[in-house]
């Protein structure tokens, strides 16, 4: 009998890198953003630097650990670089295919929307492609309301692809003055 291992969502460290790599490297691959050239992927240092670089300003970057192994990973960015914009956040998860359908993506999610909101952030966004069944009941369960569609903004599989914009508030969200300096502001 197989003893089912329990998935703990944690802060991502430098050691992380390879796996999430790999991960992210099969989903350019196989998954929705297939077409893009290898050439344009993330090297490892490339990776370390992007994970660095959001540490240091604060944003949550969070893995999904089975046992030793790195299963997922999920991150957030700002929505927009304007000052007005920086109490919104857009975000990224990424599973491994083995453990896809598994609730490892709604243990990131949970994960990140809470880190998110203990930033200090108001508003979280995604971008969905619309093809994208399971990662649309994803954030759908989360709390995302689709907020905007962006008609054929993306060229793979020899056609035009559609992106669904979703949209969640954080904590008070709109409902209160955010605190002055926000927490991922240096």
């Not at 390879?18 to 929705?32: E, F, K």
């Not at 954030?139 to 905007?148: D, I, K, T």
């Not at 949209?167 to 409902?175: A, F, V």
Request: aromatic share 8%; charged share 25%.
């Amino acid at each position: 009998m197989k003893q089912d291992k329990t998935i703990v969502i944690r802060p991502s460290r430098e050691t992380d890198v390879d796996a999430m790599l790999t991960i992210y490297r099969r989903h350019i691959r196989h998954g929705i953003e297939d077409g893009v050239d290898d050439g344009d992927t993330p090297q490892p240092d490339d990776l370390r630097e992007r994970r660095k670089n959001l540490k240091d300003r604060r944003f949550p970057h969070v893995v999904a650990i089975e046992g030793d192994k790195v299963v997922g990973y999920a991150y957030a960015v700002l929505f927009r670089k304007r000052p007005a914009y920086r109490y919104t956040v857009k975000h990224s998860i990424y599973v491994h295919h083995d453990h896809v359908g598994q609730g490892v993506g709604s243990l990131l999610m949970r994960g990140l929307i809470d880190a998110c909101a203990a930033a200090g952030f108001r508003q979280m966004i995604g971008y969905i492609d619309a093809d994208n069944a399971a990662s649309l009941a994803l954030h759908e369960r989360f709390g995302f309301v689709r907020v905007g569609l962006l008609p054929a903004v993306a060229y793979r599989y020899g056609r035009w692809a559609d992106t669904v914009m979703v949209q969640r508030s954080l904590g008070p969200g709109s409902t209160t003055q955010p605190p002055q300096p926000p927490l991922s502001r240096r």
